[in-house]
């Protein structure tokens, strides 16, 4: 039952954070925000994410359904119901996020393009709200189906998302906005409220 629930929440995932998400930017910019990975950086990043996500959402339900034993010590009722309501939260959490960028939503970055830098509602409180609602998903069907490939998958989606963002849309929003990202980036955490902000650059006299 888990697992299918599990695979229910990512097929949700795909639909409202994917598909509907893709068609709302296009009806309201012309354009559907999807742009391909350029530079390595970006593909080794984006592919660890995508891979981490695609572990804990088929490969580890399938394989719970196949057998594959869970890990004892999180095998546990409310653990698994936690599982559930993270996930699901998760969802709805990415979803707004993607809404509130606006025409600035991109797939990843386009070095040609030089979206607006958002800084309101829910960027007010962490930099990188898709991320962290997608790492909040994959942590809930980990908990929901919680095996070795699931906790595989876990791992792997957060570190991509490190990876995302460090070695390639920080660099490149340094490059756009200058002095208006580093004094965001330098009172905002990057993932959570408080955690991974930069150091203010002294002023000058």
Known sequence: MFALI??????ATLVLDG??????QRHRTGDSGIRVPRTTKQWLARGTFALGFLLAGIAAPVAELLGLPP???????????????LAATGVLAAFRAQLAMGPSWRTTVDPTERPALVTHGVFAIVRNPIYT????????LTLLVPNAIALAGLVMNIAGSHLQVRLVEEP?????????????????????????????K????
């Open 6 to 11: 599990a695979l229910i929440l990512f097929a």
């Open 19 to 24: 598909l509907v998400r893709i068609r709302i």
């Open 71 to 85: 890990l004892l010590v999180l095998d546990h009722l409310p653990i698994r119901v936690t599982g559930i309501t």
């Open 133 to 140: 609602s997608f790492n909040v998903i994959v942590l809930g």
């Open 172 to 200: 490149y929003l340094h490059h756009i906005h200058g002095h208006a990202y580093h004094e965001y980036a330098a009172r905002v955490g990057r993932f959570v409220p408080g955690i991974g902000r930069l150091r203010a």
């Open 202 to 205: 002294p002023q000058r006299h």
